[in-house]
């Protein structure tokens, strides 16, 4: 092969591929049994995409290594595709720590944010990142909602650096004109005495019109019959449906829309557990996000899909789906990211340890066994800390 590559990965004890086909997403059966390769090695190449991914012996056989700006050998670790979030609310100021006995209030965090600056936002948001970073997280879905009135939505849309969400549409569509704001997706909060049926279906309709995915909050505290009505709209994913119906997971399983379940919420709140089995045997696209926000203050997806596993009974194979390939298919990411496929994005970590199922099973063990977090071919995070 001529010219030099940006990384090579060797010798992987485990190299977690997630999938190997193209697959959009997984379900039922394909959750369950990942492709796996044992022993296997990964090129990135200066453009930050993968160039081959196989057999470590196939690899090396292609590329002399001397090709390589950066080589690391990785025997005895697992290397996987990086972890996607799929629904997370990082941008606020204040916290709610003093009130964390008490059920908090919202307005405490929607009056600092209202009067933060967005260069006070933006610090705050990029500390929050790179937590998630450092936990294997590379790529992250941001909403912002703490500003409840037009300005403060604005401030915190422009402070997201990349596609966000949820502010009056006429506005919002003069900016996305104007080239200052990319958005992706619409968001609404269809929840009694929030955004009824009616008034979250027009709202998402609107967004729908102006081109942006609908990805929304629904049968979160009450069956507001947010899931059909959703997969009536064509909605790519609808996150938290701890009340969803029957009918609700038959539509969502017909029309494709993913399933975000966020098992933090439901902890935090005290909430019923998402019917996640339920939903996998029908054949939904189940997604998962830490809804990192004032109250579920989680910014770990090796937690969220600990919590899956031990809440929503989830196998540690469909954990790790959720949070790979199908959190990135509930984005509209799927042909970039939550896989390691030739052509996708060069986000991996590379675990010190030798299967890949210890970052579900040690609650909180991932700060020990991320050796490195790469985006794009760049090692991002390094943890030389004693094993």
């Given at each position: 092969?001529?010219?030099?590559?940006?990384?090579?990965?060797?010798?992987?004890?485990?190299?977690?591929?997630?999938?190997?086909?193209?697959?959009?997403?997984?379900?039922?059966?394909?959750?369950?049994?990942?492709?796996?390769?044992?022993?296997?090695s990964?090129?990135?190449?200066?453009?930050?995409?993968?160039?081959?991914?196989?057999?470590?012996?196939?690899?090396?056989?292609?590329?002399?290594?001397?090709?390589?700006?950066?080589?690391?050998?990785?025997?005895?670790?697992?290397?996987?595709p990086?972890?996607?979030?799929?629904?997370?609310?990082?941008?606020?100021a204040?916290?709610?720590?003093?009130?964390f006995?008490?059920?908090?209030?919202?307005?405490?965090?929607?009056?600092?944010?209202r009067?933060?600056?967005?260069?006070?936002?933006?610090?705050?948001?990029?500390?929050?990142?790179?937590?998630?970073?450092?936990?294997?997280?590379?790529?992250?879905?941001?909403?912002?909602?703490?500003?409840?009135?037009?300005?403060?939505?604005?401030?915190?849309?422009?402070?997201?650096?990349?596609?966000?969400?949820?502010?009056?549409?006429?506005?919002?569509?003069?900016?996305?004109?104007?080239?200052?704001l990319?958005?992706?997706?619409?968001?609404?909060?269809?929840?009694?005495?929030?955004?009824?049926?009616?008034?979250?279906?027009?709202?998402?309709?609107?967004?729908?019109?102006?081109?942006?995915?609908?990805?929304?909050?629904?049968?979160?505290l009450?069956?507001?019959?947010?899931?059909?009505?959703?997969?009536?709209?064509?909605?790519?994913?609808?996150?938290?449906?701890?009340?969803?119906?029957?009918?609700?997971?038959?539509?969502?399983?017909?029309?494709?829309?993913?399933?975000?379940?966020?098992?933090?919420?439901?902890?935090?709140?005290?909430?019923?557990?998402?019917?996640?089995?339920?939903?996998?045997?029908?054949?939904?696209?189940?997604?998962?996000?830490?809804?990192?926000?004032?109250?579920?203050f989680?910014?770990?997806?090796?937690?969220?899909?600990?919590?899956?596993?031990?809440?929503?009974?989830?196998?540690?194979?469909?954990?790790?789906?959720?949070?790979?390939?199908?959190?990135?298919?509930?984005?509209?990411?799927?042909?970039?990211?939550?896989?390691?496929?030739?052509d996708?994005?060069?986000?991996?970590?590379?675990?010190?340890?030798?299967?890949?199922?210890?970052?579900?099973?040690?609650l909180?063990?991932?700060?020990?066994?991320?050796?490195?977090?790469?985006?794009?071919?760049?090692?991002?995070?390094?943890?030389?800390?004693?094993?």
């Amino acid at each position: 092969m001529s010219g030099n590559q940006r990384l090579l990965v060797k010798n992987a004890k485990q190299l977690v591929l997630i999938c190997s086909n193209g697959e959009k997403f997984l379900n039922k059966d394909g959750m369950k049994s990942l492709s796996v390769i044992e022993n296997g090695s990964v090129v990135i190449g200066r453009d930050g995409l993968i160039k081959s991914v196989g057999p470590a012996e196939t690899i090396s056989a292609q590329y002399p290594e001397s090709s390589f700006d950066r080589v690391i050998d990785a025997t005895d670790m697992c290397v996987l595709p990086g972890l996607v979030d799929a629904h997370t609310h990082p941008v606020w100021a204040g916290d709610r720590v003093h009130e964390f006995s008490m059920k908090v209030r919202i307005h405490f965090t929607v009056e600092h944010t209202r009067a933060a600056a967005a260069s006070e936002l933006l610090d705050a948001l990029t500390c929050r990142l790179w937590r998630m970073l450092r936990a294997g997280t590379t790529l992250v879905e941001c909403k912002s909602g703490y500003g409840l009135e037009l300005q403060t939505e604005v401030k915190m849309l422009e402070v997201i650096e990349a596609a966000r969400r949820s502010l009056p549409l006429p506005r919002l569509k003069e900016l996305m004109s104007a080239g200052s704001l990319q958005v992706d997706n619409i968001d609404v909060f269809c929840e009694r005495g929030v955004f009824g049926l009616s008034s979250a279906h027009r709202i998402l309709q609107a967004g729908r019109d102006m081109g942006l995915n609908i990805n929304f909050h629904g049968d979160e505290l009450h069956p507001m019959n947010s899931a059909q009505m959703g997969a009536e709209l064509g909605a790519l994913a609808i996150s938290h449906l701890e009340e969803v119906t029957d009918e609700g997971i038959v539509a969502m399983a017909t029309a494709k829309t993913a399933a975000i379940l966020l098992p933090t919420t439901a902890y935090i709140l005290r909430l019923p557990q998402p019917r996640a089995r339920d939903m996998l045997d029908a054949g939904v696209i189940v997604a998962l996000g830490s809804d990192f926000n004032p109250n579920a203050f989680c910014c770990s997806m090796p937690i969220v899909m600990h919590l899956a596993c031990v809440n929503m009974r989830m196998t540690m194979s469909e954990a790790l789906a959720a949070a790979t390939i199908n959190a990135a298919y509930a984005l509209g990411r799927q042909r970039t990211h939550g896989s390691l496929e030739v052509d996708k994005h060069g986000d991996l970590l590379i675990l010190n340890c030798c299967r890949w199922e210890h970052l579900i099973y040690q609650l909180g063990g991932h700060q020990e066994l991320i050796r490195y977090v790469v985006v794009k071919g760049n090692v991002v995070h390094d943890n030389t800390m004693e094993m």
